[in-house]
């Protein structure tokens, strides 16, 4: 069950996180997988993790933010295994600040990571899957719970995430008569570098007062990890979720519930 024999899945951030987990579950579960991450080194990592496991992969260096470089990695993928049929939007970037406290640059920069990059390469990668032959294919965008409640001093990010949902219901209507499937996850918080980097950044003086925080924040009292979330990418992923198009999957240890 839930198995990706003979599929091809370009997972996006792949080189450490959630994007890693994806990737390497992926890998396990049948895929061949091109591990894309701007960081080159850290893609070539996860690379190794799975040719070493005896699985196939690809490393890409992308970058999500320009088209070219999207169009010249899946262009890579379709010539070295034949085609795409999964691509998982995991790239992504954060930032804290309410609107009076975030820039025009810091805006333009989040929404060009979080909310172009999740464009260009749905762009792409739906053009690979209407010409391929059989056409379809599943996108699974990794949104956030803070793009569907307000989370406090996350105006720039809420709203990337906001349009990821919104972006991730229109793909599902636009492309459903075409085999194309679109669902979004949305983690709570999540332990990840990308936290830690946030700890360091923004709370050097109290990370682990507020490492403890982020912990309570959720209901279940701790925070989620990168292999917990990764399952339900490989649900979507799989022809067992035929049946699952446009939905919101939250997994968040209860933080929308309260």
């Known amino acids: 069950m839930f198995r990706l024999d003979g599929k091809t899945a370009l997972v996006t951030g792949a080189g450490s996180g959630i994007g890693r987990e994806i990737a390497l579950l992926f890998a396990a579960q049948g895929a061949t997988v091109a591990v894309g991450d701007i960081d080159e080194p850290a893609a070539q990592s996860v690379a190794d993790e799975i040719t070493g496991a005896g699985d196939a992969a690809l490393v890409l260096r992308i970058d999500v933010t320009d088209l070219a470089s999207v169009t010249g990695g899946v262009e890579a993928i379709v010539a070295q295994s034949g085609g795409l049929h ?39 990668a739906i053009n690979q899957m209407l010409d391929q032959d059989p056409r379809g294919g599943t996108i699974v965008n990794i949104a956030s719970v803070a793009g569907q409640v307000a989370v406090a001093r996350r105006f720039a990010y809420g709203t990337t995430k906001g349009a990821v949902i919104s972006m991730t219901q229109s793909t599902a209507m636009d492309y459903i008569d ?61 022809d067992e979720a035929a049946y699952v198009t446009g939905a919101q999957m939250t997994i968040d240890g209860g933080l929308t519930a309260r």
């Open 86 to 124: 999964i691509l998982v939007n995991n790239a992504g970037i954060g930032m804290v600040g309410s609107l009076t406290e975030t820039s025009p640059e810091d805006f333009a920069r989040l929404m060009s990571v979080n909310v172009y990059g999740v464009y260009h390469c749905s762009l792409v």
């Open 178 to 238: 075409q085999g194309i499937r679109c669902n979004c996850i949305c983690p709570g918080t999540v332990e990840t570098p990308f936290v830690e980097a946030y700890l360091h950044r923004y709370h050097a003086g109290e990370v682990e007062e507020t490492r403890a925080q982020l912990h309570a924040r959720q209901p279940i009292g701790r925070m989620g990890r990168p292999e917990e979330i990764a399952p339900l990418a490989l649900y979507l992923a799989s």
